[in-house]
């Protein structure tokens, strides 16, 4: 290996498909016309609102036509990831170079006219974002998803064993939480099993208007820090193009060399040392090639060239000639024929076909993606014939089903199971009767599933690692399921935020196919904390989900594990959707068949014959529930309301889908304001106990006619206390639903006071009892569905 690696003609032609790359970013950023400065430019020509970023382009092309050489030379199969996404005029360029632009959207065609539209296009009304968005072709990772690039990269790579990642990490995104956890990912990585991720630090210096970290701790300290993560860095550094160049051609030859015999070794000789995997630092000039100065104010290498580095507009007319003589530096003349197409003898030095990076089906991973095999949820059933009468831990239920998705789905490797640590907290512990955690790091005597070609990816306490890692996933054409305890799943608000947003972009594409569904299960949810307390109890995931387009989200709260089991079936089928279950893993009654629990959970809500005891005038109250815990207590409150005013008429009714509630108008599967008031009457009070915040069924119901529902939910109370003095100091327990109920229902009259007086006492006791014995009640401990007060359920 020597500095000459390129041959001084592939030297020169490399260098010019560089340039084109660069004049075609600038040109998206500022022209409306004129796109090869075939007239003097004018102030017309320029676009009225200039958008964009600059300062990281100029980088990222020259790593992109890098990358184009070793696919073609080494016949990769290769994917880029643009972490510094907001240089999506690099991409877009790049992207149109090689032809996989147009052939996607054929009205951009490879000539003058196609260059005006691809121009104009870029952060303009009716045309595309400045940033890297589902609109790119190869992308797989959004502009607005600043620190889990690398996440992406790796969750992208497991089960992909010819898959290079090719990960471009920006030195700002690098001081992020995610991308500094994720740089550990590497001993995670089964080099007989998965691809591999080539990192490259883009390390240019600043960030919008402050230098970066990485960039001022000096090359030593860089060099140690990476190797201290388990990786080998290769230096690429300095400003002189053609130098760079030859430099970073030999870094990357070096890397894929290393790349190439880490996984020969592997596969050939399993076992043995984790070895260091390639990494490259590229350190050049922020805005590189771009203007050096502006009005005396240095630009190139600077903060100042992070985003549009000089104003053209009415105001700054002299910046236009500056505009002009930095477009025509990459001398466009060389690089486009007289039609404005790419010269042929540059186009040649892309890949063709899929090889293209923009072109990789791994990028649209709903061409790969294959039905998962399913086993019969009926077969894990529990036994429910009487109401209530069973007990089950709901989600250890689930993890027996999953155990056997997981054993159908062994030997295609196209599903995992994704959790920070706490998949046998979660009571999930069955899948490793079928596989392991994916470690491979060192292991010890006393350690528990840890194998390098493991299914789980449960062995790093990081929320952002598990949502990156499965979002990479599931964009690449597989399957997974992402447990976690709900109150830290809040950690990747924002991460879900961004798939969502990918998703609902990539439905209005439709070259982009569907992929799988991002599945969440939370369990150890807010009603089972009390051996944590408070600071293990938020609900509010839920709502920030349905704050979501109606049509990309849903919200699951089975009752009992039977409707759990056919809820996650349904979620492990579904595609293009973000599909959240909320279950708890204490033992609770169990209250429908297995057949009865399909059907409901179809529906998504319904009444339940057999807990009311309405007329046929209908009720006088409507009990409804939502989540495992509020169903206990809604149920509990209903037999001894109708135990001591057996002459009310009740009506219960259970919601598993949030989503049912809403108005048609608000979501397309919402409940029709006919069947909604057939089901909670159009006046008549509702005392709805929910597991969540209350305001969320507000928010749901806003449109609907019925004004009385009464929500009880949780309302920040808490602390390490027993199960029941939760619901107690939220106000969701049996005893205070029975008076809130008895305030909805004036007509009772005297009748209600007794009762009222009973509730207060019962609550004296309980708190009595808690304070000297440390558990609840026996009458709350041994509570049961009474069995006079329904038959068998249907």
């Known amino acids: ?336 024929d007289e039609q404005g197409t790419l010269l042929p003898e540059l186009a040649e030095l892309a890949p063709t076909g899929l090889q293209r990076m923009g072109s990789n089906p791994h990028a649209n991973g709903g061409l790969l993606l294959r039905p998962l095999l399913l086993p019969d949820f009926r077969e894990h059933a529990r036994p429910v014939t009487v109401p209530g009468a069973l007990q089950a831990q709901d989600t250890q239920v689930l993890g027996l089903y999953l155990r056997d998705v997981m054993r159908l789905n062994r030997a295609q490797r196209n599903f995992r199971l994704f959790g920070p640590d706490e998949t046998v907290s979660n009571l999930l512990g069955a899948v490793f009767e079928v596989t392991n955690r994916q470690w491979d790091a060192e292991t010890l005597r006393n350690d528990e599933f840890l194998q390098p070609d493991g299914l789980v990816l449960d062995s790093m306490l990081s929320e952002h690692q598990c949502q990156g890692w499965l979002e990479g996933y599931l964009l690449t054409g597989r399957h997974g399921l992402f447990n976690s305890y709900e109150a830290f799943v809040r950690i990747v608000d924002s991460m879900f935020s961004q798939h969502a947003k990918w998703l609902k972009v990539s439905r209005e594409l439709p070259w982009r196919r569907p992929i799988a569904s991002l599945n969440y299960l939370l369990a150890s949810h807010v009603w089972q904390q009390d051996h944590n307390g408070y600071t293990h109890q938020d609900p509010g995931f839920i709502d920030h989900v349905l704050s979501k387009k109606p049509e990309l989200v849903r919200v699951y709260l089975p009752p009992d594990a039977n409707c759990l089991l056919a809820v996650a079936d349904h979620c492990l089928r579904s595609q293009g959707l973000v599909n959240v279950l909320v279950a708890g893993k204490h033992a609770l009654p169990q209250w429908l068949g297995i057949e009865a629990a399909a059907a409901h959970c179809a529906q998504g809500l319904g009444a339940w014959a057999w807990a009311g005891n309405e007329g046929p005038a209908g009720p006088d109250l409507v009990m409804a529930c939502c989540g495992d815990t509020p169903t206990l207590e809604i149920l509990a409150a209903t037999a001894l309301l109708r135990e001591h005013l057996p002459e009310l008429h009740l009506r219960v009714v259970n919601v598993v889908d949030l ?136």
């Open 659 to 794: 989503g049912r509630l809403q108005s048609p108008i608000d979501h397309a599967e919402g409940l029709s304001d006919t069947d909604f008031d057939a089901l909670f009457t159009r006046d008549k009070p509702v005392i709805f106990g929910f597991h969540g915040y209350p305001g969320l069924v507000h928010r749901l119901t806003h449109r609907r006619a019925n004004r009385q529902l009464q929500v009880h939910g949780y309302q920040e109370e808490g602390t390490i206390t027993t199960a029941f003095d939760m619901r107690v100091q939220n106000r969701l327990d049996r005893f205070h639903l029975i008076q809130h109920a008895l305030e909805c229902l004036p007509q009772l009259g005297p009748r209600a006071e007794p009762l009222r007086q009973w509730t207060q006492e019962r609550l004296l006791a309980h708190k009595r009892y808690i304070d000297q014995h440390g558990q609840d009640l026996p009458e709350i401990r041994d509570w049961r569905w009474p069995a006079t007060s329904a038959g068998r359920t249907p």
């Open 1 to 336: 290996m020597t500095p000459d690696t390129l041959s001084p003609d592939l030297l020169q032609r490399m260098d010019a498909y560089w340039r084109a790359s660069n004049y075609l970013a600038v040109g998206q950023l500022y022209l409306y016309d004129n796109p090869l400065l075939r007239q003097p430019l004018t102030l017309a020509h320029i676009k009225p609102l200039v958008v964009g970023h600059w300062g990281t382009v100029p980088g990222q092309n020259f790593i992109y036509v890098h990358l184009n050489r070793v696919i073609c030379q080494h016949g990769l199969n290769m994917l880029y990831i643009a972490g510094p996404g907001h240089g999506g005029a690099a991409l877009v360029a790049q992207v149109y170079l090689e032809g996989s632009w147009s052939e996607v959207y054929p009205e951009v065609t490879q000539n003058l006219a196609g260059l005006q539209r691809l121009f104009k296009q870029f952060s303009f009304p009716g045309g595309i974002s400045s940033h890297v968005a589902p609109t790119t072709p190869g992308s797989i990772h959004e502009g607005g998803e600043l620190g889990y690039s690398l996440s992406h990269a790796f969750g992208a790579v497991f089960d992909n064993p010819e898959l290079i990642a090719a990960c471009v990490v920006g030195d700002g995104e690098a001081e992020t939480g995610p991308l500094a956890t994720a740089w550990h990912s590497n001993k995670l990585l089964d080099p007989v099993h998965d691809g591999a991720v080539l990192p490259i630090l883009h390390l240019n210096g600043f960030k919008i208007s402050n230098p970066t970290l990485l960039a001022r701790i000096g090359h030593e300290a860089l060099a140690q820090f990476f190797q201290g993560c388990g990786w080998a860095p290769i230096f690429v550094e300095g400003d002189e193009p053609m130098a760079m160049h030859q430099r970073m051609a030999v870094a990357l030859d070096l890397a894929v060399a290393q790349i190439q015999q880490i996984q020969r070794q592997a596969r050939q000789h399993e076992g043995g040392e984790r070895p260091p995997w390639p990494l490259i630092v590229l350190r050049s000039p922020k805005g590189w090639t771009g203007p050096a100065t502006v009005d005396g104010l240095q630009i190139e290498n600077t903060f100042r060239s992070h985003q549009v580095p000089l104003v053209v507009s009415p105001e700054f007319p002299q910046h236009l000639a500056l505009l002009e003589a930095w477009m025509q530096s990459y001398r466009p003349q060389e690089l486009f």
